[in-house]
């Protein structure tokens, strides 16, 4: 019966969700971190340095703020979400983030637009350009709109026109454009769409000098 409310719950809790959100929370946590009594901030400790390479600020809090709802009978140690320890500890890690970054990337992030939106932006790109992908140069990634408007919690016009601003401003390049600037070639039957691949221009850490875990989810569209 105890089982049955838990699985009741965490459906109406996810069929609740935002479909952006409901997609960022099965890719990046339902398939990834299963609940533990008693471990709720053991959990959270975990998630958000790997999401926080992944998403904006705000979807990072929707979607750990998601995991808790889907499992509060089993969190029963936490009577309400602990949002100042989220929220200190996304201050912790963007502190962290500030001071990895080169004197070049510091020069360019401080020129970005003041709101925040442009700089996690840049932060999510970065991030990808990070992962090591055997069939793709280091600091290339593949990234589309609607991919960086999921993770930014955006419109798909905004990220585009991030994406525009960040090769002006010679952030990234494209290396070759996504199935989505090419439609009048239509794909064939059961081909999945590319998105575009982009470079990295800044310069990047060492191999040795990255950190080992890393939030890419690379051939989204």
């Not at 400790?45 to 929707?62: A, D, G, K, T």
């Not at 998105?195 to 800044?202: F, K, M, Q, S, V």
């Amino acid at each position: 019966m105890e089982k049955f409310r838990l699985l009741q719950r965490q459906a109406d809790a996810r069929n609740d969700l935002p479909d952006s959100i409901r997609e960022l929370y099965s890719r990046y946590i339902g398939n990834r971190y299963t609940a533990k009594k008693g471990m709720l901030l053991e959990q959270l400790e975990i998630m958000i340095p790997f999401l926080f390479e992944c998403v904006s600020r705000s979807q990072l809090i929707l979607l750990v703020t998601a995991h808790y709802e889907m499992n509060q009978l089993i969190f029963t140690e936490a009577s309400k979400f602990p949002i100042e320890h989220v929220e200190a500890l996304i201050d912790e890690l963007n502190a962290q983030w500030l001071s990895s970054l080169s004197v070049n990337e510091k020069s360019i992030v401080e020129q970005l637009p003041a709101s925040d939106l442009e700089i996690e932006a840049f932060r999510i790109c970065r991030s990808l350009a990070m992962v090591e992908d055997v069939q793709l140069e280091r600091g290339s990634f593949y990234l589309g709109a609607n991919n960086l408007a999921q993770r930014l919690g955006e419109t798909k016009y905004i990220a585009a026109m991030i994406l525009e601003a960040f090769c002006e401003l010679d952030i990234l390049k494209v290396v070759k454009k996504g199935d989505s600037f090419q439609k009048e070639r239509p794909l064939e039957k059961g081909r999945r769409r590319k998105a575009t691949i982009y470079r990295w221009l800044p310069r990047l850490p060492e191999p040795s000098e990255k950190p080992g875990t890393r939030g890419a989810d690379r051939n989204q569209t």
